[in-house]
């Protein structure tokens, strides 16, 4: 059995996408020219809505982000990390999170102390935490981990290829992402099909689709076509006649067949930039972003093209934002707290925009990362990990709430029983799969049941499918 499920690509399809990006050439944001390829199975929509994945590169630490809190188990775990590393007791009080239904045996958990905006969010209904989520082709235990029986993710613990499978369920070089599969299906029933997938963050598997590829944006906007605008191309293009003439020469129709494919892809490009500015500056949004902020900065473009969705006439859009710097080995307190600090302003600018915008049932919002983070200290730092804990807000989130399975403060590899969920060093083995987490926020977006196992080729695996209802497709932490 393949229970990997590659994806396939004939040798037509692949050379006539490496054709279509070569002719797309670099000055251009990636896949223009793709606006108006192939025929996409769409759903119907009427409504608007909207996936914004925020993506933690380098593997965030869960246990200095969503830290335990009662007496007991933050006693262990601090015992186990190190008051060094650890969260002192006494700094989580204002970011304590209160669930509407309190975990079994008195579990208790806070945000980092510096994730005030964030606790007050899960605190007011519109966010939720998924534990103990990461990458699964099966679902596993720690006895079939051990013994390499089942199928695992490839390159467990490899940056480049974590982010991938986690983007795209295979390792680095995986060409089509989950949220340009989800793409697809949209595709059709948008009015400007060009921007159903768009990335603040620059090019990203995630977004990529067959036919609903990327649009990149930058932090300013729409990303300029440099050839024509002559910003970065020295004296020379200053020229107001030099630029002239040569606008001319890259948007004219040409007899050529090369060169006139050249020219469609620039006249598509300065279109779409021109709509997607149109878009921006049509959104009326007063809400303050945090500054020097470089993930609040994708994300107040990502709330202003949301606030122009209807002069692109958009019914569903996937937008990707990124924040740097997780790989924290070493001086993570003097590193880590700054990340979490900017990733809750952002979220709760972001949650403030999309309540002044009316659309906060409309849009979720999620984060990923390549790994969690070892609990065992490394030093100054933790070493990379499997599973961690993920964050869902919006308006349609079951929020203040806890989904999945919290995993117990171990750092053995032990027959103990309650440390089936470790595999050394403190790593989780997790809980939950990426394919689950993912078809819960698809079937939010419109996605039919018998379409998830399309988009997201592992989940044959997991739920009253494969039998295994410990691992529902539906993680319920959206309404």
């Not at 948008?190 to 603040?200: A, D, E, K, Y």
């Not at 990733?343 to 849009?363: I, N």
């Amino acid at each position: 059995m393949n229970f990997l499920n590659p994806q396939r690509h004939t040798r037509r399809a692949f050379l006539r996408r490496a054709g279509q990006l070569a002719l797309a050439g670099t000055a251009a944001p990636l896949a223009i020219n793709l606006a108006a390829m192939g025929e996409a199975a769409a759903f119907t929509a009427t409504d608007y809505k909207a996936l914004v994945c925020i993506f933690l590169t380098g593997g965030n630490d869960y246990a200095n982000t969503v830290v335990p809190f009662d007496t007991a188990s933050h006693a262990q775990y601090l015992s186990l990390r190190g008051s060094s590393l650890g969260t002192a007791h006494a700094a989580l009080g204002a970011t304590e999170l209160t669930p509407s239904a309190a975990l079994a045996n008195g579990l208790q958990y806070a945000l980092a102390p510096q994730m005030t905006d964030m606790a007050r969010v899960f605190n007011e209904g519109r966010m939720a935490v998924q534990l103990n989520v990461g990458p699964l082709v099966v679902p596993l235990t720690r006895a079939e981990y051990d013994a390499r029986t089942l199928p695992q993710p490839p390159k467990l613990f490899s940056h480049n290829d974590q982010q991938s499978i986690w983007q795209a369920q295979g390792p680095e070089g995986t060409t089509r992402g989950w949220g340009g599969n989800i793409g697809d299906l949209a595709w059709s029933g948008n009015g400007q099909s060009l921007f159903t997938c768009v990335s603040v963050s620059g090019n990203t598997v995630f977004l990529s689709g067959q036919n609903a590829l990327q649009y990149q944006c930058s932090k300013a906007g729409a990303v300029a076509y440099e050839l024509v605008k002559g910003n970065t191309w020295g004296q020379f293009f200053y020229e107001p006649a030099m630029r002239s003439a040569f606008e001319q020469l890259v948007t004219q129709a040409q007899s050529h067949v090369l060169a006139e494919s050249y020219n469609a892809v620039t006249r598509r490009s300065l279109g779409a930039e021109a709509q997607v500015n149109a878009a921006i500056n049509s959104a009326n949004l007063s809400t303050t972003f945090p500054t020097d902020n470089t993930l609040a900065d994708q994300l107040k473009v990502v709330a202003r093209l949301i606030g122009g969705r209807a002069t692109l006439g958009l019914k569903r859009q996937v937008f990707m934002v990124t924040l740097d710097g997780f790989d924290t080995h070493d001086n993570m307190l003097s590193r880590h707290p700054a990340l979490l600090r900017k990733l809750s302003g952002a979220m709760g600018a972001f949650d403030a925009a999309m309540t002044e915008l009316g659309v906060s049932r409309q849009v979720t919002t999620f984060t990923a990362s390549d790994f969690g983070r070892a609990l065992s200290p490394n030093n100054t730092g933790t070493d990379h990990g499997w599973g961690g804990h993920q964050f869902v807000m919006g308006g349609a989130v079951k929020g203040s709430a806890f989904y999945g399975t919290p995993p117990p403060l171990s750092v053995g590899n032990t027959s103990a029983p309650q440390d089936q969920w470790h595999v050394g060093q403190g790593r989780l083995l997790p809980s939950t799969s990426v394919d689950q987490y993912a078809a819960t926020l698809a079937r939010w977006f419109g996605v039919a049941d018998t379409e998830l196992y399309q988009i997201l080729p592992n989940l044959v695996h997991f739920g009253d499918k494969a039998s295994r209802p410990d691992y529902p497709i539906n993680l319920g932490f959206l309404g």
